[in-house]
């Protein structure tokens, strides 16, 4: 049988949103500037769509911008709101654990004569409120921190974090990567005192290519593409229709089933791990202290780190049995390189070489969860053998 275990990769699109892409690929296909009939039914589309996100996050329309995926959302987010703000202030704030899309923007305004302040977390991939709070100045113009890690499902303070980057800087932005977290947590960005938040539609079973990018109306952010003029000239290029319909679809489908959907996600994590403990030599990363379930962390990930078995040998080894996973994160290029992540909570070298990430969706079944344990029982012994000699 096949094994899908690496939705934080990307998840399997929906039926529904499948076929309304296609409806619109094959049929509805006009450019949303044009101003004939076909050219209208394809705005209709981009109405509905943004209607949809906007009310899920319960936002103003006008407050949401259809993007190219997470990456491009974060990179809008940084470099749009660093550009616009400098005047008054070149120091931003993130963590040690971000995606690339936001460590590698970072990095990039660095270069630019930004400073750039990367929080540490502990052992569970949780930032320090105090660190942050130690790390605020009158010059930080915009705070950025993921609220689902992709690599070991830690999640971050946000709320809290929200309130304090306010009360030491009314003046600060603050942005959240919601990429792993959105479908899997209720995300409010106005409750939550989120200013900027990113959202990706191929990590919520719609099409790839396709993000969200919410922008409060009172934030001052430059566009970091130029063009037609498209979004309010935030966000030149031709709009991408079947993609934004499709991602409201599934998100709209996602919400309709929340409650049942995140149990059956709950409940796959707790199998899952009761499972691998089964197993010497085990390390679930990222789990919070006295609360081995997986309570406070993403419900759809699990890290472990198979002590004396290289994870790619492991994945391999998985794939040969028609189990799929990752080894750490799959948002790389395939360029094998440490995990931030695992260093920043405090992994040591062989943890580093042989941590896998496991995890799950909607479409998940117990079946293939026993399926990949009775895989692992078997063949962990046997690798641990073979590295040995």
Known sequence: MEAYLDNSATTRVLPEAA???????????????????????????????KETMARLLKVNEKEIFFTSGGTESDNMALMGCAFANSRWGKHLITTQIEHPAVLQTMRH??????????????????????????????????????????????LQPVEEASVLIKRMNPNTLFHVDAVQGFGKAKIYP?????????????????????????????????????????????RSGTDNVPGAAGMAKAAELLYRHYDEDIKHLCHCKKYFMDGIRQLEGVTINGLLPGKPDGEG???HI????????????????????E??????????????QPSATLKAIGADKAQLESTIRFSFSVYTTEEELHYTLQTLYDKIPMLRKYTRR
């Not at 942050?132 to 609220?147: E, P, Y």
């Open 302 to 321: 699990v890290s472990v780190s198979f002590a004396g078995v290289r994870s790619e040998v492991l994945l391999h080894a998985l794939e040969e049995k």
């Open 109 to 154: 305004l660095e270069s630019l004569g930004y400073r750039v302040t990367y929080l540490p977390v502990d052992g569970s991939g949780r930032i320090a409120l105090e660190d942050l709070q130690r790390a605020m100045t009158q010059d930080t113009i915009l705070v950025s921190v993921m609220h689902t890690n992709n690599e070991i499902g830690s």
């Open 323 to 336: 189990i799929y996973v990752s080894a750490g994160s799959a948002c790389a290029a395939r360029k094998p």
């Open 19 to 49: 076929e309304l892409i296609t409806k619109i690929m094959c049929e509805d296909y006009g450019n949303p500037s044009s101003l004939h009939m076909k050219g209208v039914r394809a705005e209709n589309y981009l109405r509905y769509a």
């Open 190 to 234: 106005k409750r939550m005192g989120i200013d900027l938040l990113s959202v990706s539609g191929h990590k919520i079973h719609g099409p790839k290519g396709i993000g969200v990018l919410y922008v409060g109306e009172k934030v001052k952010i430059q566009p970091i593409l130029h063009g037609g003029g498209q979004q309010h000239n935030m």
């Open 297 to 299: 962390t993403a419900p």
